[in-house]
Nanobody, 121 residues
Framework: EVQLAESGGGLVRAGGSLTLSCEAS????????IGWLRQAPGRETEGVSCFRSRDATTNYADSVQGRFTMSTDNAKNLMYLEMSSLKPEDTGVYFCSAALTLCDDYDGTYWGQGTEVTVSA
């Protein structure tokens, strides 16, 4: 059974940093694309970053490029999202997700329960 569980959300001031973690089980990072998505209040879910398994590349949404870094610990099936220079518009619920082609369209097959990030001005 595939399971994803995020942690690390919280309240932070603008300009601050936060690192999210996602513990995965039931599948290999070698076989699935994995990534982070977020949903801001009143808005649709958007892709934040994604690791493409077939070519080991990571891409980021323009809005977070240069501020967020996604990494993985394949041995432990953990993925991280290091967020710095946070802005109020980064506020939202952050989800980790996995799918065979997640990086194509951020249409996740498996989802965690989400962790809330609030950035105060």
């Amino acid at each position: 059974e595939v399971q994803l569980a995020e942690s690390g959300g919280g309240l932070v001031r603008a300009g601050g940093s936060l690192t999210l973690s996602c513990e995965a089980s039931g599948f290999s990072f070698d076989d699935y694309d994995i990534g982070w998505l977020r949903q801001a209040p009143g808005r649709e879910t958007e892709g934040v970053s994604c690791f493409r398994s077939r070519d080991a590349t990571t891409n980021y949404a323009d809005s977070v490029q240069g501020r967020f870094t996604m990494s993985t610990d394949n041995a432990k099936n953990l993925m991280y999202l290091e967020m710095s220079s946070l802005k109020p518009e980064d506020t939202g619920v952050y989800f980790c997700s996995a799918a065979l082609t997640l990086c194509d369209d951020y249409d996740g097959t498996y989802w965690g329960q989400g962790t809330e990030v609030t950035v105060s001005a």
